[in-house]
C-alpha cells in the first residue's frame, strides 16, 4: 500500500510539473498558430504588402519560438543538473555560500565550521546545489533549531565534505530510499533535492554515503576524488 500512495505522489508531482510546463508553452504556441494562419488567409487573398506581413510574421514566429525554447531549457536544465562546465573550486568557499545561501531565515540553527582550503575541479554551481539541498535537509531535520557541523579534509585521493546533524535521523527501512527521485517524508517535501544531489556527485566521480541513527541525527559524505584536478590540468 505504502508502494502505491508514493506511486501516487510521484504522480502527482510529475502531472504538477507537466501542467505548469505545458500551461506555460500553450502561450508561445498559440500565437506561432495564429500568426501562420493569419499569414496564409493573406496570400490565398493576394493581400497588399504581403512582403511586409510575411517579414513581420516570421519575426513575431522567431519571438515565440525563442520563448518557448526558453521555456524548456528551464526544464532541461532543472532535471540535468551537470553541464560539464568544470572549474577549480575552492571547497572551503563553496560551502561558506552553500551555507550562506541556506540559511534564508534566522533559524536557531548552531553551524559548528571546521573548513580547510581544498581546490578541486568542479561544476561550481552544480555542487553549491548539492550543499544547499544537504544542508537545508539538515536545518529540517533538527527542526530548524539543532547544530549542525561542517567539515571538509582530505583522505586519501579524495576531499571529503561531511554535513552532520543531530536531528531525527533515518529509519534503517528507507535509509535506502532516500535518493530515489520523488521520495519524501515531508508533507511539503519534493523529494528531489537528494535525487539531484547524488546525479550531480555521480557525475563528478564521486560518491554520497550516509551515516544515521533516529534519534541521534544524521552525517552526509561527499567523497570527491582530488585525481580529477591532475588529469583534467
Ligand atoms: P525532501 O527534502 O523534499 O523530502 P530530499 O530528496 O531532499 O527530499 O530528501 C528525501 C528524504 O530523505 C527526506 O524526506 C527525509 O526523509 C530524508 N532525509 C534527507 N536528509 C535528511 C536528514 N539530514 N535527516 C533526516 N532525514 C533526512
Ligand atoms: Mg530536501
Do not use: C, W
Not at 500553450?26 to 493581400?47: C, D, G, H, V, Y
Not at 534566522?106 to 578541486?120: G, R, T
Not at 561542517?150 to 535506502?176: F, T
Request: no cysteine; net charge neutral; aromatic share 6%.
Amino acid at each position: 500500500l505504502e508502494t502505491q500512495i508514493m506511486q501516487t505522489e510521484k504522480l502527482a508531482v510529475i502531472g504538477r510539473l507537466a501542467a505548469g510546463i505545458s500551461h506555460e508553452i500553450k502561450n508561445p504556441l498559440a500565437a506561432i498558430s495564429q500568426t501562420a494562419f493569419s499569414l496564409k488567409r493573406k496570400a490565398i487573398r493576394n493581400a497588399n504588402n504581403l512582403k511586409d506581413s510575411v517579414i513581420e510574421a516570421s519575426e513575431r514566429i522567431e519571438r515565440n519560438i525563442n520563448r518557448a525554447t526558453e521555456i524548456i531549457n528551464r526544464l532541461l536544465n532543472f532535471s540535468k543538473p551537470f553541464y560539464s562546465k568544470l572549474e577549480i573550486v575552492n571547497l572551503k568557499d563553496l560551502l561558506e555560500e552553500a551555507i550562506k545561501l541556506a540559511l534564508i531565515k534566522e533559524y536557531d540553527v548552531k553551524i559548528i565550521k571546521n573548513l580547510q582550503d581544498i581546490n578541486i575541479l568542479a561544476d561550481k554551481n552544480a555542487l553549491l546545489q548539492v550543499f544547499i539541498n544537504i544542508i537545508i535537509n539538515a536545518i529540517e531535520a533538527t527542526n530548524y533549531k539543532g547544530e549542525i557541523i561542517i567539515k571538509n579534509y582530505k583522505e586519501n585521493n579524495n576531499a571529503v565534505i561531511s554535513i552532520k546533524d543531530n536531528g531525527v535521523g533515518i529509519p534503517e527501512d528507507i535509509v535506502d530510499k532516500i535518493f530515489e527521485p520523488f521520495f519524501t517524508t515531508k508533507e511539503k517535501g519534493t523529494g528531489l533535492g537528494l535525487s539531484v544531489s547524488y546525479r550531480i556527485i555521480k557525475d563528478h566521480s564521486g560518491i554520497i554515503k550516509v551515516n544515521s541513527k533516529v534519534g541521534e541525527g544524521t552525517e552526509f559524505l561527499i567523497i570527491l576524488p582530488l585525481e580529477v584536478e591532475k588529469n583534467e590540468l
